[in-house]
């Protein structure tokens, strides 16, 4: 009879890997909220929810846990690593999700009103405007720019008269300091 | 409080995403785990495309606001600031991989004289970004990069943005060719574009999420080809 505990799936999956479906089922829609919580935007939340899922499933035959705790927090430490590389590089990583050819699914809007809703997104809004006016000026500008107006990076650098790697450094720190005063480390409420 | 993953469709689809790699996987390795490193199924298919007709077709559907406004007197240096009237619509038009507007690459002339090329999703000839369906003109200053055009060759930006459109991440490849430059070819793993320069050089190309690597190629006037080499993700510039 098939186990049906996460860790279960996780620890088949090496040698059957449809298993991994059941693990995903388990994790998934925390994961979803968990990201929408950390960077307070459903779609980028997608992303790395969808590039968590793609590494941990390339990776799985790395995973020697056996408890339900062992595989979560293996999961989420994969996930903490996309949100610290999406924090320094400004945007998500891709590269489990395109090599193993993923099609990340979009949100609708139906869909993305609902995550907003469950991550509390709403209710945190002036939260990140105090965040956002407790950032030294010069990164204040550049997430303002590159984040409420969407100009590229190149096109923060010509407003503001500065380089495009200076630009992003500034897009770079400011997202940082702003996800600092935000939100503490996860917990495992949020997982 | 539970989010429950059907509640999402999204999610599912996502779970779909994995039982099929789950499947294809079990059957390629008959049944016994594989390691990571081994390219379980072909990247999936990234479309770029170069056309013309797009643009007729999805103007339908999308109505024009407002222009963005320019920015504040003062902001934007001399130098970046292309002369009212001197902009065209330059380059030949690229298809989103999702469809809806294309994109192109606008070229105006500084006060000196200098190319100020922007690029944008493109409605009756005008540049700018579609937000809600609606599409908004990109003013002429603030949204240009005016710098000397190559006297040989082409320059290239790669600039990888969100869409406004769908938020998908893009990776758009445009630049300006000089005179000797009749295309340039960029090889992907999703296959060869090529694109024939405007009257003032521009080129324009544009892939869904970030390719694997950009192989570029400038063919010049007189038949031969010069090759740039292969640039790799996430710098795809070559050395």
Redesign the interface.
Same mark, same amino acid.
């Given at each position: 009879m098939t186990d049906p505990s996460p860790a279960a799936a996780l620890r088949e999956s090496r040698d059957d890997a449809r298993r991994f479906e059941d693990f995903y089922c388990a994790h998934a829609g925390p994961m979803l909220r968990w990201f929408a919580r950390h960077v307070l935007d459903p779609e980028l939340a997608m992303d790395l929810t969808a590039e968590t899922f793609a590494q941990a499933f390339a990776g799985r035959t790395r995973f020697r846990g056996h408890s339900d705790g062992e595989a979560a927090a293996w999961l989420y430490r994969i996930a903490e690593r996309q949100l610290t590389r999406t924090w320094r590089r400004g945007r998500s990583e891709q590269r489990a999700v395109r090599r193993l050819g993923i099609e990340t699914p979009k949100l609708s809007p139906d869909e993305f009103a609902r995550l907003h809703d469950l991550a509390e997104l709403a209710g945190r809004r002036a939260s990140v405007a105090q965040g956002l006016s407790r950032l030294p000026r010069a990164q204040r500008d550049a997430v303002h720019l590159r984040v409420i107006d969407e100009l590229t990076y190149s096109e923060v650098a010509q407003q503001l008269r500065i380089s495009e790697d200076t630009a992003r450094a500034r897009v770079s720190r400011g997202l940082r300091a702003l996800a600092r005063a935000l939100i503490g480390p996860p917990t495992e409420e949020a997982r | +409080?539970? @989010?429950?993953? @059907?509640?999402?469709? %999204? @999610?599912r689809?996502?779970?779909g995403?994995?039982?099929r @790699?789950? &499947?294809a996987?079990?059957l390629s390795v008959g049944?016994?785990?594989?390691?990571?490193g081994t390219?379980?199924?072909?990247? %999936?298919a990234l479309a770029t495309l170069t056309v013309a007709a797009a643009a007729g077709a999805t103007a339908l559907v999308i109505s024009e606001g407002d222009p963005i406004p320019p920015?504040p007197p003062g902001?934007? $240096?001399a130098d970046?600031q292309p002369k009212p009237g001197s902009e065209r619509l330059d380059s030949d038009l690229a298809a989103d991989p999702a469809g809806g507007l294309p994109w192109g690459v606008r070229v105006a002339r500084n006060a000196q004289g200098l190319p100020c090329l922007a690029i944008g999703r493109v409605l009756d000839g005008k540049i700018g970004?579609v937000r809600g369906g609606v599409f908004h003109a990109s003013p002429l200053n603030? $949204?240009s990069?005016c710098a000397p055009a190559p006297d040989s060759g082409a320059k290239f930006?790669f600039? &990888?943005?969100?869409d $406004?459109v769908?938020?998908?991440?893009r990776m758009i490849v445009y630049g300006q060719a000089a005179a000797d430059v009749s295309a340039i070819e960029i090889a992907s793993p999703s296959g060869i574009v090529r694109m024939h320069p405007g009257a003032m050089g521009a080129f324009i190309a544009v892939y869904a999420? +970030?390719p %694997?690597w950009l192989e570029r190629t400038l063919v010049f006037t007189d038949g031969t080809r010069q090759p740039l080499g292969r640039g790799e993700?996430?710098d795809y510039r070559t050395r």
């Amino acid at each position: 009879m098939t186990d049906p505990s996460p860790a279960a799936a996780l620890r088949e999956s090496r040698d059957d890997a449809r298993r991994f479906e059941d693990f995903y089922c388990a994790h998934a829609g925390p994961m979803l909220r968990w990201f929408a919580r950390h960077v307070l935007d459903p779609e980028l939340a997608m992303d790395l929810t969808a590039e968590t899922f793609a590494q941990a499933f390339a990776g799985r035959t790395r995973f020697r846990g056996h408890s339900d705790g062992e595989a979560a927090a293996w999961l989420y430490r994969i996930a903490e690593r996309q949100l610290t590389r999406t924090w320094r590089r400004g945007r998500s990583e891709q590269r489990a999700v395109r090599r193993l050819g993923i099609e990340t699914p979009k949100l609708s809007p139906d869909e993305f009103a609902r995550l907003h809703d469950l991550a509390e997104l709403a209710g945190r809004r002036a939260s990140v405007a105090q965040g956002l006016s407790r950032l030294p000026r010069a990164q204040r500008d550049a997430v303002h720019l590159r984040v409420i107006d969407e100009l590229t990076y190149s096109e923060v650098a010509q407003q503001l008269r500065i380089s495009e790697d200076t630009a992003r450094a500034r897009v770079s720190r400011g997202l940082r300091a702003l996800a600092r005063a935000l939100i503490g480390p996860p917990t495992e409420e949020a997982r | +409080m539970n @989010l429950d993953h @059907l509640e999402f469709p %999204a @999610l599912r689809e996502l779970q779909g995403e994995f039982r099929r @790699l789950g &499947a294809a996987e079990h059957l390629s390795v008959g049944g016994r785990g594989r390691r990571w490193g081994t390219r379980i199924v072909p990247l %999936a298919a990234l479309a770029t495309l170069t056309v013309a007709a797009a643009a007729g077709a999805t103007a339908l559907v999308i109505s024009e606001g407002d222009p963005i406004p320019p920015p504040p007197p003062g902001e934007v $240096s001399a130098d970046q600031q292309p002369k009212p009237g001197s902009e065209r619509l330059d380059s030949d038009l690229a298809a989103d991989p999702a469809g809806g507007l294309p994109w192109g690459v606008r070229v105006a002339r500084n006060a000196q004289g200098l190319p100020c090329l922007a690029i944008g999703r493109v409605l009756d000839g005008k540049i700018g970004k579609v937000r809600g369906g609606v599409f908004h003109a990109s003013p002429l200053n603030g $949204s240009s990069h005016c710098a000397p055009a190559p006297d040989s060759g082409a320059k290239f930006t790669f600039d &990888a943005r969100p869409d $406004s459109v769908t938020g998908d991440q893009r990776m758009i490849v445009y630049g300006q060719a000089a005179a000797d430059v009749s295309a340039i070819e960029i090889a992907s793993p999703s296959g060869i574009v090529r694109m024939h320069p405007g009257a003032m050089g521009a080129f324009i190309a544009v892939y869904a999420g +970030m390719p %694997a690597w950009l192989e570029r190629t400038l063919v010049f006037t007189d038949g031969t080809r010069q090759p740039l080499g292969r640039g790799e993700f996430p710098d795809y510039r070559t050395r």
